[in-house]
């Protein structure tokens, strides 16, 4: 399911396309999608497509990123793909693990 696309047309922005893997409505699963949220308002407003996908209503769609764990952040665009496991709570590690920013 297609959560967010908030993407400007016509502007010639980076486009960021990033998943989120979760296992129904744990409380590990809420926080990362309200974490995952914050962040790309934040710092991604207006450049990034979220798909927040849960594996219990779709389990096969956990092979196609090899997802062993959740939740998992996927990024996909731009390359090269990078993953995220855990609750994105640590706002820095998720900045870095995107490459946001540096340390």
Do not use: H
Request: proline share 5%; hydrophobic share 40%.
């Amino acid at each position: 399911m297609v959560d967010a696309a908030n993407e400007s047309e016509g502007e010639n922005r980076p486009k960021w396309e990033l998943r989120l893997y979760v296992a129904g409505q744990t409380t590990k699963s809420l926080s990362a999608c309200i974490n995952l949220k914050k962040i790309c308002e934040e710092y991604l407003e207006g450049k990034y497509q979220l798909e927040i996908i849960d594996l219990l209503e779709n389990p096969q769609l956990a092979s196609g990123d090899q997802i062993v764990a959740t939740p998992t952040l996927v990024r996909k665009l731009p390359d090269p793909v990078r993953k995220i496991i855990g609750d994105l709570s640590n706002t820095e590690r998720v900045l870095v693990g995107l490459n946001l920013i540096q340390i």
